[in-house]
């Protein structure tokens, strides 16, 4: 099965400035959008970020002008910068690589606390 490995997750300070990574194998990737998800406890999944083989790029309001996603296509690797972290960022964050339908997939997903 298709397996994609995140990380770059761990207890962060308020206004640290962590990477994520996410690594895919480079048969999907090249041809995939892709995108960071988080889940905090007790929330629903929401999409953070997304960045398309052509390089455009979406965030959620919440995150806007704090984090930015980019990809390294040589590498096979999407990356989520996150500056100024804030408490409320504290969730699992995880890594989808989207084709169709029928060819989604998804990381183990990665903490990230953010406390004193």
């Known amino acids: 099965q298709v397996q994609l490995v995140e990380s770059g997750g761990g207890l962060v300070q308020p206004g640290g400035y962590p990477r994520l990574s996410c690594v895919a194998p480079?048969?999907?990737?090249?041809?995939?959008?892709m995108t960071w998800y988080r889940q905090a406890l007790g929330k629903e999944r929401e999409l953070v970020a997304g960045?398309?083989?052509?390089?455009?790029?979406t965030y959620v309001d919440s995150v806007k002008g704090r984090f930015t996603i980019s990809r390294d296509n040589a590498k096979s690797t999407v990356y989520l910068q996150m500056n100024s972290l804030k408490p409320d960022d504290t969730a699992v964050y995880y890594c989808?690589?989207?084709?169709?339908?029928?060819?989604?997939?998804w990381g183990r997903g990665t903490q990230v606390t953010v406390s004193s």
């Open positions: 960045i398309s083989r052509g390089g455009s790029t």
């Open positions: 480079g048969i999907i990737f090249s041809s995939n959008t």
């Open positions: 989808n690589s989207y084709y169709s339908i029928y060819q989604n997939y």
